[in-house]
Structure formats: structure tokens, C-alpha cells
């Protein structure tokens, strides 16, 4: 309950940002091109922690400066996890994709793109699981368990995005740092069963959860 | 300025996210027991003495001596045999006696903490041989919760 409100104040006051940020880009002169310009990213913490751990994530992203502070970003990734955990043995392996965009609250005066931005995303998995076994709780610890078999499912969730970007040196190469909060709102289920493990999502036995990412970006 | 109190409030978020994922089972929504009331020439009646062992296919289990009761709780096996063996006496000179309860399995799902919980379809029990418990009484003849009696000990 409380991480739900928690979660709710954060979204508010990150929508209020969205808000200020339409309303300038109304007063400010009306004409403005959209300049092509890409930020390509992977996240090199993920796919190095993957060596070394039973959950294996790669992603990365491509964002797009559209106006003055607001930029766009699209985030594709693939997640193989595991789940062995109070008598629960799951795996699940899939693709998942997010977009959305973000502002950037902060910014340095000389490179519009290096600051501290925060931002929200729609992201959607698809994926394939299997249960191997499913608790059945009976008396005084007595317990036995039960199996699903392979199956396709999806899920989807809303994400916050709450990160900071800054240039090596004088190069075109970034370093992209950010922090998501997740609210998973729907999801399919197997036999009533909810997923304990989401790719893209993680843990998903309570609907929030929290994941990072740290980025290597180059500028084109 | 500024930038601290962004620094914070990422600060801040990461605290919240240090929760733990460990579900808890509250008690209530696990697989039922099964309840057996006694009878004494018919009639419900308490019983002065009864102790109860459960084969739980893993371990047997001892519920004790239960003194003066109505009712006693008997917890059935939870994996996929189609029966439940109980061993039952009611005093400590007595031999127990076998009370063999048969039945088919429903797996319901509960919640991510509780995982499934069985439920059990067409009880019946068999004594295999008369001591102080003379015959077996059939009550409803599936468990989905505790509350209605599915056996009785005729005495």
C-alpha cells in the first residue's frame, strides 16, 4: 500500500514536469524543425552482470532530441531469468520493447544533451515461460508441488525513467544512467497462475519494482 | 543546487526500491483439513480421549492427545496419492487402527505467497479394523473449507 502511493506521488510530479514542459513549448515562437539526431545506447552493467548471474539482460536504446528539452526514446531489450525461490522453480525468456520520453530538468548550458532528465514509457514483453513447480502448501510444512507447461504469454507496464546523461570527454560517447521505476498493469496469466518472473519487468510477484540501467550511448 | 536535490530524490527512490519480494502466505488460505466429528449410539458426542497420527507420504505425523473434544482436524496429504492414511486410538493401551480416506484432488491456485491449494473431491474412508472405533459415519463428501463435518467416528 504504502509503495503505492509512494509510487502515485512520483508519477504526479512527474506528469506535472510534462505539464510545464507542454505549456512552454505553446509560449515559446510556434515554428521549429525537428533536427535528426540519435543517441544509440547499451547497457553495459546488464549485459555484464549477465556473465556472472542466473538472469541474462541485454538492452539499449535509441532517443532522439524532438524539441528544446523534451526528448523521445525507444528501448528494446531481451531478458532470460530464472525464478527458484519459496518452493516456486520458474523460467521464463523473452523480447520486450518500450517507448516513451522524457525532459530534461537540468541541462548544461553548452551540449543540450548532457543533464538529468526524468520521463516516463509504456513497455510491453512477450514471452514464453514455464512453471516446473508450484508450491502447494499443506499442513505444518507439509508440502508437495505442481507443474504448468511451456506457454507464450504477455505482459505490459508502465515505467518511469529517472536518470542522468553525461559526454566523455569531448568525444560523441555517453554515459546514460538511469533509474526505473515499474507498475506492471496488465498481464496474461497461465491457468489463473501470476507470473513470478517478467522478462524486461523482473520479479513480478508485486505489481512494482525497480530497475537500473547503465549506458554507454554514442551520438550520431 | 539544483542538481543535489535531483541527486537526493534519486537517492530517495532507490531506498523505497530495498523492499523484500518475499511473499508471506497469510494462514487461512491453505489447503483445508479435514474435520471428524464422534458419535456414541448415534447421537454427537465428545470424546474423553482420542490421539490422531496422520501419513503424510513424506512423515507421519502426531496431532497429540486431544482430551475432551468434539471435533479433531486431520490434515490430508497434499501431493498426488489418492488417499490419506490415519491411525487413530483413544486410549494408550489400545492398538491404533487404520482409517484409510480416499479421494480425488482439485489444485486451486491462491496467490503468488500461498501458491496452490488442494481441495478434495469424492471422500470416502474405510476402517480396516473395528477397536474402540466401531464403524465410520460418511459426512459431505468433499472438503473446500473447515467448516462442515466429513466424517464421523462411531464409538
Known sequence: MKKKLIYSLIFSVLSFWNLSAQEKEETEKPKWKYEPNFIVGVDVLNAGVSFFSDRQLFQGFISSKVKDNLHGIIEAGFDKNIYQNNGYDAKASGPFAKIGAFYMLARDRENDFNGFYGGGKIAGSFYKQEYMAIPVRGFGGNSSTISMPSSSQSSFWLEGTLGGRVQLFESNFYIDVSMQPRYLMVTSKQDEVVPMIVPGFGKSSSKFNMGFAWNIAYKF | ?155
Open chain 2, 1 to 155: 543546487m539544483k542538481y543535489l536535490k535531483f541527486i537526493l530524490f534519486i537517492f530517495t527512490l532507490s531506498l523505497i526500491s530495498c523492499g523484500s519480494d518475499d511473499d508471506i502466505c497469510e494462514s487461512g488460505e491453505g489447503t483445508p483439513r479435514m474435520k471428524i466429528m464422534f458419535k456414541r449410539e448415534g447421537k454427537i458426542a465428545d470424546i474423553d480421549s482420542i490421539r490422531v497420527y496422520a501419513d503424510l507420504g513424506t512423515s507421519i505425523i502426531d496431532l497429540g492427545w486431544k482430551l475432551k473434544v468434539d471435533s479433531v482436524f486431520v490434515p490430508l496429504r497434499v501431493d498426488d496419492s489418492p488417499f490419506t492414511d490415519l491411525y487413530i486410538k483413544t486410549t494408550t493401551e489400545e492398538d491404533s487402527t487404520r482409517v484409510r480416506v480416499n479421494y480425488t484432488t482439485k489444485s486451486i491456485y491462491v496467490s503468488p505467497g500461498c501458491g496452490v491449494k488442494r481441495n478434495y473431491e469424492n471422500v470416502n474412508s474405510v476402517l480396516s479394523t473395528p477397536n474402540s472405533l466401531k464403524s465410520l459415519e460418511q459426512g459431505q463428501n468433499f472438503i473446500d473449507n473447515e467448516e462442515k463435518t466429513n466424517l464421523f467416528f462411531n464409538f
